[in-house]
């Protein structure tokens, strides 16, 4: 079973006011699925200023780890073996550790851990 999978949502979410639909629904798939975590690939903005949907996303998945509704979030810059929460995800979730994005600080990118 594979315990971390990706979501482009570049390609299914076109309005930022809409992302926190589409990642309430991403988290139920994934636990229903078992699934320990998701990378969600969002792009940073055309200027490389933070799009609305990478900042919307951030924001609302801030929230539901406050909520308790979601164990963590990381950013792009924090996903890496450096960083002493990633590397407890990382110690539990084989797959998350194959992740071609893992150490690269890409912005355009965020971790959900369930």
Not at 42 to 60: A, D
Request: hydrophobic residues 40%; glycine residues 10%.
């Amino acid at each position: 079973m594979n315990d971390f999978y990706t979501v482009n949502f570049k390609e299914i979410v076109f309005a930022a006011e809409d992302v926190g639909i589409y990642l309430d629904m991403e988290i139920e798939k994934a636990k229903a699925q078992g699934v320990k975590g998701f990378k969600i690939i969002h792009g940073y903005g055309s200027h490389g200023q933070g799009g609305k949907i990478c900042i919307n996303l951030r924001q609302y998945a801030t929230r539901l780890k406050h909520q308790k509704k979601i164990k963590n979030v990381f950013t792009g810059a924090e996903w890496a073996i450096q960083n002493s929460d990633c590397f407890e995800f990382l110690t539990n979730c084989k797959f998350a550790s194959l992740d071609e994005d893992l150490g690269k600080q890409n912005p355009g990118i965020t971790i959900i851990v369930l």
